[in-house]
């Protein structure tokens, strides 16, 4: 499917084992997106394995993108000055050299579930990570999945950034990017996983972590690289 300067509903609708250049599935330019009940596999391109997106909005509902590959970047979806919306959908085992599952360039992402069982970005591979994000760009998860252990994590970790952090995340995840970095002053909602679900090599900027119960705290590292730091416990 080609668009140029329209807009495109599917429902229901089965886009597999196609190929292009741009987008294996779909290619949109100044064109919106409306998916619900989508599904997406097999599909093949050089950059967005199943959609490759330059200006314009995309929401998909309930859908599904799984098992692409893009030779370059974006093994699900290549969006650069877009919106992009996942609200209950699913990316999983997509494939790309850069953003396994997601390449995003001066676009602004939503993902969100009522619950990890509705939303998430499982199992992608790349060289660098499942989301890649520009400094001009915006994530936001809410209850959105990003794999925990070896069955469903995404390798080599979930975000990386232009600005070159690396960030892994946790089943209900919610949380910030801007900047090129993850994470704000605010309070992370992690559904009750214990704090080390968040161990990574660059921790969440101004992290603060709420868990059930009465967890002990056995030991911390950190590690800075600016001339002047406040530590508040």
Known sequence: IYCDNATVQLLDTDLVGNSGENGGAMQLQFCDLFSDGAFFSSNVSVSGGAIAAEFGELELLDSVIEDNQATERGGAIYASTASLELTNSWLVENQALQGGSL??????????????LDAGIELNSSSDGAIWLDDASVWLAD???LGTDATD????????????????????ASFSCSG????????????GILVDSYSNNNAFRGNVYTVEGNPTLDQFEMEMSFTSCVFDF
Do not use: K
């Open 180 to 191: 090129g970095r993850c994470g704000t002053s605010l309070y992370y909602d992690i559904g």
């Open 153 to 172: 994590s995404n390798s080599p970790v979930d975000v990386y950034t232009e600005s070159g952090f690396s960030y892994l995340a946790s089943d209900d």
């Open 143 to 145: 209850m959105c999945d």
């Open 103 to 116: 390449y995003l360039e001066h676009t602004n992402t939503v993902c969100t579930g009522a619950s990890s």
